[in-house]
Protein backbone atom coordinates (compact mmCIF):
# COMPACT_ATOMS: atom_id res chain seq x y z
CA UNK A 1 0.00 0.00 0.00
CA UNK A 2 1.45 3.30 -0.73
CA UNK A 3 1.43 6.24 1.58
CA UNK A 4 -0.32 8.38 -0.26
CA UNK A 5 -0.62 11.03 2.99
CA UNK A 6 3.18 10.58 2.62
CA UNK A 7 4.49 11.19 -1.11
CA UNK A 8 0.93 13.53 -2.45
CA UNK A 9 2.16 16.70 -0.72
CA UNK A 10 5.84 16.82 -0.82
CA UNK A 11 5.32 19.47 -3.68
CA UNK A 12 7.90 21.80 -5.19
CA UNK A 13 7.56 24.95 -3.66
CA UNK A 14 4.46 26.65 -5.37
CA UNK A 15 3.50 24.07 -7.22
CA UNK A 16 0.67 21.92 -7.13
CA UNK A 17 -0.31 18.60 -7.63
CA UNK A 18 0.47 18.40 -11.78
CA UNK A 19 4.23 19.43 -10.44
CA UNK A 20 4.05 16.34 -8.09
CA UNK A 21 3.22 13.79 -10.44
CA UNK A 22 5.40 14.97 -13.58
CA UNK A 23 8.13 15.32 -11.05
CA UNK A 24 7.46 11.67 -9.83
CA UNK A 25 6.79 10.08 -13.45
CA UNK A 26 3.26 9.03 -12.56
CA UNK A 27 2.20 6.42 -15.06
CA UNK A 28 -0.40 7.81 -17.94
CA UNK A 29 -3.30 5.10 -16.41
CA UNK A 30 -2.76 6.84 -12.82
CA UNK A 31 -2.53 10.59 -14.22
CA UNK A 32 -5.97 10.28 -16.71
CA UNK A 33 -7.76 9.01 -13.23
CA UNK A 34 -6.86 11.99 -11.44
CA UNK A 35 -8.35 14.13 -14.29
CA UNK A 36 -10.96 16.81 -12.76
CA UNK A 37 -8.52 16.68 -8.97
CA UNK A 38 -9.04 20.44 -9.28
CA UNK A 39 -12.33 20.16 -8.07
CA UNK A 40 -11.52 18.70 -4.45
CA UNK A 41 -10.40 22.05 -2.61
CA UNK A 42 -9.57 20.29 0.49
CA UNK A 43 -6.59 18.14 1.65
CA UNK A 44 -8.76 15.25 2.37
CA UNK A 45 -10.53 14.72 -0.81
CA UNK A 46 -7.10 15.31 -2.92
CA UNK A 47 -6.01 12.52 -0.52
CA UNK A 48 -9.08 10.12 -0.83
CA UNK A 49 -9.16 10.54 -4.60
CA UNK A 50 -5.35 10.21 -5.05
CA UNK A 51 -5.34 7.01 -2.81
CA UNK A 52 -8.37 5.35 -4.58
CA UNK A 53 -6.72 6.01 -8.19
CA UNK A 54 -3.73 4.44 -7.26
CA UNK A 55 -5.12 1.51 -5.33
CA UNK A 56 -6.95 0.79 -9.34
CA UNK A 57 -4.57 1.15 -10.61
CA UNK A 58 -1.96 -0.66 -8.49
CA UNK A 59 0.15 -2.84 -11.10
CA UNK A 60 1.08 0.53 -12.88
CA UNK A 61 2.83 1.80 -9.91
CA UNK A 62 6.69 2.75 -10.33
CA UNK A 63 8.59 -0.25 -8.82
CA UNK A 64 10.71 2.49 -7.28
CA UNK A 65 7.18 3.73 -5.25
CA UNK A 66 6.61 -0.18 -3.56
CA UNK A 67 10.42 -0.41 -2.49
CA UNK A 68 10.20 2.88 -1.45
CA UNK A 69 13.36 3.87 -2.46
CA UNK A 70 12.36 7.14 -3.32
CA UNK A 71 13.21 9.78 -0.41
CA UNK A 72 11.16 13.10 -0.11
CA UNK A 73 11.75 16.18 1.93
CA UNK A 74 11.80 15.38 5.72
CA UNK A 75 10.02 17.58 8.46
CA UNK A 76 12.15 19.28 10.05
CA UNK A 77 10.48 20.99 12.46
CA UNK A 78 10.85 17.59 14.49
CA UNK A 79 14.11 18.79 15.60
CA UNK A 80 13.14 21.98 17.57
CA UNK A 81 10.64 20.38 20.08
CA UNK A 82 10.99 23.87 22.03
CA UNK A 83 8.55 25.78 20.12
CA UNK A 84 9.92 29.03 21.32
CA UNK A 85 12.92 30.71 20.75
CA UNK A 86 15.05 32.30 23.55
CA UNK A 87 14.26 36.31 23.94
CA UNK A 88 16.95 38.46 23.57
CA UNK A 89 18.80 40.18 26.67
CA UNK A 90 17.83 44.20 27.51
CA UNK A 91 21.76 44.58 28.76
CA UNK A 92 20.69 48.55 28.86
CA UNK A 93 18.78 47.52 32.11
CA UNK A 94 22.12 46.37 33.89
CA UNK A 95 23.48 49.85 33.46
CA UNK A 96 26.64 51.24 31.03
CA UNK A 97 28.95 49.61 33.87
CA UNK A 98 27.70 46.66 34.76
CA UNK A 99 25.86 45.34 31.00
CA UNK A 100 29.82 45.86 29.93
CA UNK A 101 30.86 43.40 32.82
CA UNK A 102 28.09 41.26 31.43
CA UNK A 103 29.42 40.86 27.97
CA UNK A 104 33.31 41.12 28.57
CA UNK A 105 33.03 38.15 31.27
CA UNK A 106 30.37 35.90 28.75
CA UNK A 107 33.26 36.33 26.32
CA UNK A 108 35.98 35.44 28.89
CA UNK A 109 34.42 32.27 29.69
CA UNK A 110 32.67 31.56 26.69
CA UNK A 111 28.91 31.74 27.88
CA UNK A 112 26.20 33.00 26.93
CA UNK A 113 25.64 36.59 28.55
CA UNK A 114 22.34 35.60 29.84
CA UNK A 115 23.86 33.54 32.21
CA UNK A 116 25.89 36.20 33.45
CA UNK A 117 23.58 38.38 33.63
CA UNK A 118 20.97 35.78 35.47
CA UNK A 119 24.19 35.06 38.11
CA UNK A 120 24.79 39.22 38.86
CA UNK A 121 21.31 39.46 39.72
CA UNK A 122 21.24 36.70 41.85
CA UNK A 123 24.56 37.17 43.80
CA UNK A 124 24.03 40.92 44.12
CA UNK A 125 20.91 40.07 46.02
CA UNK A 126 22.54 37.93 47.79
CA UNK A 127 25.04 39.81 49.22
CA UNK A 128 22.79 42.88 49.86
CA UNK A 129 20.92 40.21 51.70
CA UNK A 130 18.54 41.50 54.89
CA UNK A 131 20.20 44.91 54.58
CA UNK A 132 17.78 46.72 52.50
CA UNK A 133 13.90 45.81 51.49
CA UNK A 134 12.37 47.36 49.18
CA UNK A 135 8.70 48.98 50.12
CA UNK A 136 5.46 49.78 48.02
CA UNK A 137 3.60 50.99 50.65
CA UNK A 138 3.77 50.65 54.74
CA UNK A 139 1.88 47.15 54.78
CA UNK A 140 4.31 45.43 51.97
CA UNK A 141 7.37 44.98 51.69
CA UNK A 142 9.77 42.42 49.67
CA UNK A 143 13.26 41.19 50.52
CA UNK A 144 15.57 41.16 48.23
CA UNK A 145 16.00 37.38 47.71
CA UNK A 146 16.68 36.06 44.15
CA UNK A 147 16.28 32.20 43.09
CA UNK A 148 18.06 31.93 39.85
CA UNK A 149 18.03 28.63 37.39
CA UNK A 150 20.84 28.55 34.53
CA UNK A 151 19.75 25.63 31.55
CA UNK A 152 21.80 24.37 29.26
CA UNK A 153 23.59 20.75 27.81
CA UNK A 154 26.85 19.70 29.16
CA UNK A 155 30.07 21.57 28.13
CA UNK A 156 27.75 25.20 27.97
CA UNK A 157 29.94 27.00 30.35
CA UNK A 158 27.46 27.00 33.27
CA UNK A 159 29.79 26.39 36.16
CA UNK A 160 32.18 29.30 34.77
CA UNK A 161 29.51 31.51 34.46
CA UNK A 162 28.65 31.11 38.28
CA UNK A 163 32.07 31.31 38.62
CA UNK A 164 32.95 34.62 36.31
CA UNK A 165 30.45 36.67 38.78
CA UNK A 166 31.39 34.75 42.02
CA UNK A 167 34.75 36.22 41.99
CA UNK A 168 33.42 39.32 42.73
CA UNK A 169 32.44 38.06 46.05
CA UNK A 170 35.51 35.35 46.92
CA UNK A 171 37.66 38.10 47.90
CA UNK A 172 35.48 39.71 50.38
CA UNK A 173 35.23 35.91 52.32
CA UNK A 174 38.58 35.27 52.14
CA UNK A 175 38.48 38.60 54.40
CA UNK A 176 36.00 37.47 56.19
CA UNK A 177 37.57 33.89 56.97
CA UNK A 178 40.75 35.71 57.82
CA UNK A 179 39.29 37.56 60.12
CA UNK A 180 37.61 34.65 61.80
CA UNK A 181 40.62 32.82 61.77
CA UNK A 182 42.30 35.40 63.69
CA UNK A 183 39.37 36.58 66.43
CA UNK A 184 38.59 32.46 67.05
CA UNK A 185 42.48 32.49 67.64
CA UNK A 186 42.52 34.89 70.52
CA UNK A 187 38.96 33.47 72.06
CA UNK A 188 40.37 29.52 71.82
CA UNK A 189 43.37 31.57 74.39
CA UNK A 190 40.51 32.94 76.67
CA UNK A 191 38.67 29.49 76.50
CA UNK A 192 42.15 28.20 77.84
CA UNK A 193 42.64 30.71 80.23
CA UNK A 194 38.75 30.24 81.24
CA UNK A 195 39.13 26.89 81.89
CA UNK A 196 42.38 26.76 84.18
CA UNK A 197 40.96 29.47 86.13
CA UNK A 198 37.55 27.54 86.86
CA UNK A 199 39.92 24.55 87.34
CA UNK A 200 42.35 26.34 90.28
CA UNK A 201 39.00 27.81 91.44
CA UNK A 202 37.66 24.13 91.82
CA UNK A 203 41.05 23.41 93.49
CA UNK A 204 41.83 26.63 96.00
CA UNK A 205 44.94 27.39 94.13
CA UNK A 206 43.53 30.51 92.64
CA UNK A 207 42.71 33.97 94.72
CA UNK A 208 42.25 35.64 91.53
CA UNK A 209 38.39 36.43 91.16
CA UNK A 210 38.83 38.69 88.01
CA UNK A 211 40.42 35.34 86.07
CA UNK A 212 36.94 33.39 86.37
CA UNK A 213 35.08 35.97 84.83
CA UNK A 214 32.91 34.82 82.59
CA UNK A 215 33.84 33.60 79.06
CA UNK A 216 32.56 35.59 76.10
CA UNK A 217 31.04 33.98 73.23
CA UNK A 218 32.79 32.26 70.30
CA UNK A 219 33.43 34.16 67.32
CA UNK A 220 30.54 33.94 64.57
CA UNK A 221 32.22 32.75 61.43
CA UNK A 222 30.73 35.68 58.62
CA UNK A 223 29.35 34.00 55.35
CA UNK A 224 28.00 35.21 52.25
CA UNK A 225 28.46 31.76 49.79
CA UNK A 226 27.17 28.48 51.48
CA UNK A 227 27.74 25.65 48.58
CA UNK A 228 25.60 22.09 49.12
CA UNK A 229 23.83 22.12 52.63
CA UNK A 230 21.14 20.04 54.55
CA UNK A 231 17.99 22.23 55.54
CA UNK A 232 19.23 21.84 59.06
CA UNK A 233 23.15 23.26 58.44
CA UNK A 234 21.55 26.26 56.43
CA UNK A 235 19.35 27.59 59.50
CA UNK A 236 21.97 27.40 61.96
CA UNK A 237 24.19 29.17 59.01
CA UNK A 238 21.22 32.17 58.95
CA UNK A 239 21.47 32.55 62.52
CA UNK A 240 24.90 33.28 62.60
CA UNK A 241 24.39 35.52 59.75
CA UNK A 242 21.41 37.64 60.20
CA UNK A 243 22.16 39.61 56.80
CA UNK A 244 21.25 36.45 54.64
CA UNK A 245 23.07 33.65 52.32
CA UNK A 246 23.58 32.55 49.16
CA UNK A 247 23.32 28.84 48.04
CA UNK A 248 25.46 27.74 44.95
CA UNK A 249 24.26 24.46 43.24
CA UNK A 250 26.15 22.83 40.54
CA UNK A 251 22.85 20.74 40.15
CA UNK A 252 19.78 22.34 41.12
CA UNK A 253 17.49 18.92 39.81
CA UNK A 254 19.57 17.11 42.63
CA UNK A 255 18.89 19.76 45.29
CA UNK A 256 14.79 20.04 44.84
CA UNK A 257 14.53 16.68 44.23
CA UNK A 258 16.40 15.94 47.37
CA UNK A 259 14.83 18.05 49.91
CA UNK A 260 13.89 16.44 53.16
CA UNK A 261 15.68 13.44 51.95
CA UNK A 262 18.35 13.07 54.71
CA UNK A 263 15.77 15.03 57.51
CA UNK A 264 12.92 12.29 56.95
CA UNK A 265 11.14 15.58 56.49
CA UNK A 266 10.16 16.75 53.38
CA UNK A 267 6.93 18.88 54.33
CA UNK A 268 9.09 20.77 56.73
CA UNK A 269 11.90 21.44 54.42
CA UNK A 270 9.60 22.74 51.36
CA UNK A 271 8.52 25.17 53.62
CA UNK A 272 11.84 26.37 55.01
CA UNK A 273 12.96 26.89 51.62
CA UNK A 274 9.76 28.89 50.77
CA UNK A 275 10.29 30.86 53.62
CA UNK A 276 13.84 31.10 52.84
CA UNK A 277 12.42 32.92 49.37
CA UNK A 278 10.22 35.15 51.22
CA UNK A 279 12.36 36.48 54.45
CA UNK A 280 9.67 36.14 57.00
CA UNK A 281 10.26 34.66 60.48
CA UNK A 282 11.06 30.77 60.64
CA UNK A 283 11.40 28.30 64.00
CA UNK A 284 13.46 25.73 62.92
CA UNK A 285 13.37 22.26 65.31
CA UNK A 286 16.87 20.81 65.62
CA UNK A 287 17.30 16.75 66.22
CA UNK A 288 19.77 17.54 69.05
CA UNK A 289 18.21 20.17 71.03
CA UNK A 290 14.59 19.97 70.19
CA UNK A 291 12.54 21.94 73.70
CA UNK A 292 15.17 24.75 71.63
CA UNK A 293 14.00 25.75 68.55
CA UNK A 294 16.54 27.92 66.08
CA UNK A 295 14.29 31.11 65.62
CA UNK A 296 15.36 33.63 63.03
CA UNK A 297 14.03 36.62 62.18
CA UNK A 298 14.47 37.43 58.76
CA UNK A 299 14.84 34.21 56.51
CA UNK A 300 16.48 35.09 53.25
CA UNK A 301 18.28 32.81 51.25
CA UNK A 302 19.52 33.41 47.27
CA UNK A 303 19.84 30.52 45.52
CA UNK A 304 21.99 30.21 42.10
CA UNK A 305 22.60 27.00 40.60
CA UNK A 306 22.32 25.52 36.65
CA UNK A 307 20.82 22.13 34.96
CA UNK A 308 20.61 20.25 32.23
CA UNK A 309 17.36 20.85 29.52
CA UNK A 310 16.39 16.96 29.92
CA UNK A 311 15.88 17.56 33.85
CA UNK A 312 14.21 20.96 33.29
CA UNK A 313 11.17 18.78 33.87
CA UNK A 314 11.90 17.36 37.00
CA UNK A 315 12.49 20.39 38.49
CA UNK A 316 9.28 21.68 37.58
CA UNK A 317 7.29 19.24 38.43
CA UNK A 318 8.93 17.45 41.16
CA UNK A 319 6.59 17.94 44.44
CA UNK A 320 4.01 19.22 44.94
CA UNK A 321 2.29 22.66 43.09
CA UNK A 322 3.28 24.89 45.93
CA UNK A 323 5.23 27.07 44.44
CA UNK A 324 8.81 26.25 45.21
CA UNK A 325 10.14 25.73 41.82
CA UNK A 326 7.98 28.93 40.72
CA UNK A 327 10.34 30.74 42.51
CA UNK A 328 13.26 30.35 40.03
CA UNK A 329 14.03 32.51 37.36
CA UNK A 330 15.44 30.02 34.48
CA UNK A 331 17.16 31.02 31.52
CA UNK A 332 17.82 28.89 28.57
CA UNK A 333 19.36 31.02 25.80
CA UNK A 334 20.66 29.55 22.54
CA UNK A 335 24.23 27.48 22.88
CA UNK A 336 27.14 29.39 22.31
CA UNK A 337 29.89 29.27 19.98
CA UNK A 338 33.53 29.18 21.78
CA UNK A 339 35.21 32.34 22.52
CA UNK A 340 38.14 33.36 24.43
CA UNK A 341 39.44 36.55 25.83
CA UNK A 342 43.01 36.62 27.11
CA UNK A 343 42.66 39.94 28.62
CA UNK A 344 40.93 40.80 32.17
CA UNK A 345 37.70 42.69 31.91
CA UNK A 346 39.05 46.50 32.47
CA UNK A 347 36.62 47.63 35.23
CA UNK A 348 37.50 44.33 37.55
CA UNK A 349 38.66 46.72 40.34
CA UNK A 350 35.50 48.68 39.70
CA UNK A 351 33.66 45.91 39.88
CA UNK A 352 35.53 44.06 42.81
CA UNK A 353 34.88 47.41 44.63
CA UNK A 354 31.64 47.80 43.65
CA UNK A 355 30.74 44.65 45.27
CA UNK A 356 32.43 45.16 48.42
CA UNK A 357 30.51 48.48 48.56
CA UNK A 358 27.25 45.78 48.90
CA UNK A 359 28.69 44.20 51.13
CA UNK A 360 29.59 46.85 53.52
CA UNK A 361 25.57 48.01 53.85
CA UNK A 362 24.68 47.33 57.26
CA UNK A 363 21.26 46.62 58.94
CA UNK A 364 19.56 48.86 61.37
CA UNK A 365 19.89 48.32 64.41
CA UNK A 366 17.13 49.96 67.10
CA UNK A 367 17.28 50.93 70.59
CA UNK A 368 16.20 47.70 72.10
CA UNK A 369 19.26 46.37 70.18
CA UNK A 370 17.88 44.10 67.31
CA UNK A 371 18.58 44.15 63.98
CA UNK A 372 16.57 45.19 61.25
CA UNK A 373 16.19 45.55 57.23
CA UNK A 374 16.11 49.34 56.50
CA UNK A 375 12.93 49.67 54.27
CA UNK A 376 13.46 51.20 50.95
CA UNK A 377 10.15 53.08 49.43
CA UNK A 378 9.49 53.48 46.05
CA UNK A 379 9.27 57.03 44.62
CA UNK A 380 6.38 58.91 43.80
CA UNK A 381 6.60 58.60 40.28
CA UNK A 382 7.70 55.10 40.70
CA UNK A 383 4.80 53.99 42.80
CA UNK A 384 2.79 55.30 39.81
CA UNK A 385 3.92 53.35 37.38
CA UNK A 386 4.22 49.90 39.44
CA UNK A 387 0.71 50.14 40.72
CA UNK A 388 -0.26 51.12 36.80
CA UNK A 389 1.57 48.16 35.38
CA UNK A 390 0.88 45.55 37.86
CA UNK A 391 -3.00 46.17 37.25
CA UNK A 392 -2.35 45.80 33.77
CA UNK A 393 0.02 42.86 34.36
CA UNK A 394 -2.37 40.85 35.97
CA UNK A 395 -5.01 40.93 33.60
CA UNK A 396 -2.91 39.80 30.88
CA UNK A 397 -1.88 36.56 32.48
CA UNK A 398 -5.29 35.72 34.00
CA UNK A 399 -5.86 33.23 31.04
CA UNK A 400 -2.33 31.35 31.77
CA UNK A 401 -2.96 27.91 33.88
CA UNK A 402 -0.85 25.26 36.10
CA UNK A 403 2.67 26.44 36.99
CA UNK A 404 3.57 28.86 34.53
CA UNK A 405 0.66 31.06 35.88
CA UNK A 406 1.98 30.60 39.31
CA UNK A 407 5.20 31.68 38.22
CA UNK A 408 4.20 35.16 36.41
CA UNK A 409 1.63 35.99 39.54
CA UNK A 410 4.99 36.51 41.58
CA UNK A 411 6.12 39.23 39.29
CA UNK A 412 4.42 41.83 41.06
CA UNK A 413 6.74 41.35 44.19
CA UNK A 414 9.48 40.41 42.28
CA UNK A 415 9.47 43.30 40.00
CA UNK A 416 10.26 45.28 43.33
CA UNK A 417 13.09 43.08 44.59
CA UNK A 418 15.17 42.92 41.09
CA UNK A 419 14.05 47.25 41.28
CA UNK A 420 15.82 47.35 44.20
CA UNK A 421 19.07 45.21 43.57
CA UNK A 422 19.04 47.30 39.94
CA UNK A 423 19.03 50.30 41.96
CA UNK A 424 21.67 49.31 44.45
CA UNK A 425 23.87 48.06 41.80
CA UNK A 426 24.50 51.32 39.63
CA UNK A 427 24.60 52.82 43.23
CA UNK A 428 27.76 50.54 44.06
CA UNK A 429 29.98 51.70 40.53
CA UNK A 430 29.61 55.43 41.60
CA UNK A 431 31.40 55.92 44.98
CA UNK A 432 30.77 59.72 45.28
CA UNK A 433 27.13 59.31 45.10
CA UNK A 434 25.04 58.66 48.02
CA UNK A 435 23.37 55.54 49.16
CA UNK A 436 19.75 55.84 47.66
CA UNK A 437 17.34 56.15 50.03
CA UNK A 438 14.06 55.63 47.22
CA UNK A 439 13.80 53.55 44.98
CA UNK A 440 13.63 55.15 41.30
CA UNK A 441 11.07 55.08 38.56
CA UNK A 442 13.56 54.48 36.20
CA UNK A 443 15.00 51.35 38.19
CA UNK A 444 10.85 50.08 38.63
CA UNK A 445 11.00 50.67 34.74
CA UNK A 446 13.78 48.37 34.21
CA UNK A 447 12.49 45.75 36.28
CA UNK A 448 9.10 45.74 34.60
CA UNK A 449 11.15 45.82 31.29
CA UNK A 450 13.39 42.71 32.16
CA UNK A 451 10.43 40.92 33.54
CA UNK A 452 7.82 41.40 30.41
CA UNK A 453 10.55 41.56 27.31
CA UNK A 454 13.12 38.83 29.21
CA UNK A 455 12.28 36.86 31.74
CA UNK A 456 8.53 36.08 31.03
CA UNK A 457 9.23 34.62 27.33
CA UNK A 458 12.05 32.66 28.80
CA UNK A 459 9.76 31.04 31.24
CA UNK A 460 7.22 30.58 28.79
CA UNK A 461 10.12 28.87 27.06
CA UNK A 462 11.61 26.73 30.03
CA UNK A 463 7.81 25.72 30.92
CA UNK A 464 6.49 24.67 27.29
CA UNK A 465 9.57 22.36 27.13
CA UNK A 466 8.23 20.85 30.81
CA UNK A 467 5.14 20.48 28.79
CA UNK A 468 6.15 18.50 25.70
CA UNK A 469 5.49 14.50 26.26
CA UNK A 470 8.71 12.50 26.18
CA UNK A 471 8.80 10.59 23.71
CA UNK A 472 8.52 14.11 21.20
CA UNK A 473 10.76 16.08 23.74
CA UNK A 474 13.46 12.54 23.01
CA UNK A 475 12.71 12.45 19.20
CA UNK A 476 13.89 16.26 19.06
CA UNK A 477 17.11 14.99 20.84
CA UNK A 478 18.12 12.25 18.30
CA UNK A 479 16.87 14.59 15.50
CA UNK A 480 19.18 16.98 16.64
CA UNK A 481 21.97 14.46 16.91
CA UNK A 482 21.72 12.79 13.35
CA UNK A 483 21.68 16.20 12.25
CA UNK A 484 25.29 16.96 13.82
CA UNK A 485 26.43 13.56 13.39
CA UNK A 486 25.26 12.87 9.56
CA UNK A 487 25.15 9.10 10.01
CA UNK A 488 23.70 6.89 7.35
CA UNK A 489 22.00 4.28 9.52
CA UNK A 490 20.70 4.38 13.12
CA UNK A 491 20.81 1.19 15.33
CA UNK A 492 18.23 1.52 17.92
CA UNK A 493 20.62 -0.47 20.78
CA UNK A 494 23.32 1.76 20.03
CA UNK A 495 21.41 4.62 20.69
CA UNK A 496 21.07 4.20 24.14
CA UNK A 497 24.51 2.15 25.02
CA UNK A 498 27.00 3.87 23.07
CA UNK A 499 25.55 7.36 22.76
CA UNK A 500 25.19 10.09 24.76
CA UNK A 501 21.84 11.73 23.79
CA UNK A 502 19.63 13.59 26.27
CA UNK A 503 16.92 11.34 27.17
CA UNK A 504 17.63 8.22 25.12
CA UNK A 505 19.57 6.43 28.22
CA UNK A 506 17.23 3.37 27.82
CA UNK A 507 15.25 1.04 25.19
CA UNK A 508 12.15 2.24 26.10
CA UNK A 509 12.95 6.00 25.39
CA UNK A 510 14.48 4.95 21.73
CA UNK A 511 11.51 2.77 20.93
CA UNK A 512 9.37 5.74 21.45
CA UNK A 513 10.87 8.34 19.66
CA UNK A 514 12.08 6.60 16.27
CA UNK A 515 8.51 5.97 15.05
CA UNK A 516 8.13 9.51 14.80
CA UNK A 517 10.96 10.14 13.34
CA UNK A 518 9.54 7.73 10.80
CA UNK A 519 6.71 9.08 10.26
CA UNK A 520 8.69 12.29 9.98
CA UNK A 521 10.50 11.17 6.79
CA UNK A 522 13.91 10.86 8.50
CA UNK A 523 14.25 7.48 8.81
CA UNK A 524 12.98 4.34 7.77
CA UNK A 525 13.31 0.53 9.22
CA UNK A 526 16.19 -1.48 7.28
CA UNK A 527 16.15 -4.77 8.97
CA UNK A 528 18.66 -7.40 8.62
CA UNK A 529 20.76 -9.73 10.93
CA UNK A 530 24.34 -9.84 12.41
CA UNK A 531 26.25 -12.44 10.28
CA UNK A 532 23.59 -13.40 8.17
CA UNK A 533 22.02 -16.27 10.44
CA UNK A 534 19.19 -16.91 12.32
CA UNK A 535 18.40 -14.84 15.38
CA UNK A 536 16.92 -11.31 16.19
CA UNK A 537 16.98 -9.13 13.80
CA UNK A 538 19.18 -5.87 13.64
CA UNK A 539 17.18 -2.73 14.96
CA UNK A 540 18.44 -0.32 12.16
CA UNK A 541 17.31 2.61 10.51
CA UNK A 542 18.06 4.39 6.96
CA UNK A 543 18.32 8.04 7.66
CA UNK A 544 16.96 10.57 5.07
CA UNK A 545 20.21 11.44 2.84
CA UNK A 546 17.92 14.80 1.81
CA UNK A 547 18.37 15.68 5.85
CA UNK A 548 22.05 16.87 4.38
CA UNK A 549 21.72 18.12 1.17
Not at 501 to 507: M, Q, S, V
Request: with cysteine.
Amino acid sequence: MINTKKYVFDLPKGGDIVDFIQANKMCPKVWNGLDGLSKYSKKNGVRKRLRKVINDHAEDIPAEWEENDVWLHPDMGIATAEAHTPPSLPYHVFGDFWSEAVKWNAAACSAPEDYIALCLLVVAAGVIGNTRRGSPNENWSETTTLWGAIVGEPGASKTQAMNAVLQYVYPIQRRYDQEYKEVLEVWKQEEAQYKQSLSNKKNGNDDDDEMCEELPPKPIHKRLIVNDITTEGAALRMKQNPRGLTSVRDELAGFIGGIGRYSGKPDSDRSFWLEANNGGVYAVDRASAPDEPTLIAHLSLSVLGGTQPDKLRSILLSGDNDGLAARFFMVWPQHKVFTYKKDRFEGHKQALAGFDRLAGLEMLRTSDDTISPLSVPLHPKAAKMFYKWVRKFEKSIVHRTGMLKGHLAKYRGMSVRIALVLELLWWSVKPKREEPHKISAKAINAAIELLETYFMPMAIRCYADASIPPAQRNSASLARWIMKNKPSIVNARNLYRHEDIDGLNNAAAVKEAIPLLVEAGWLRPKPSREGGGYGRPRSDFEVNPRLFN
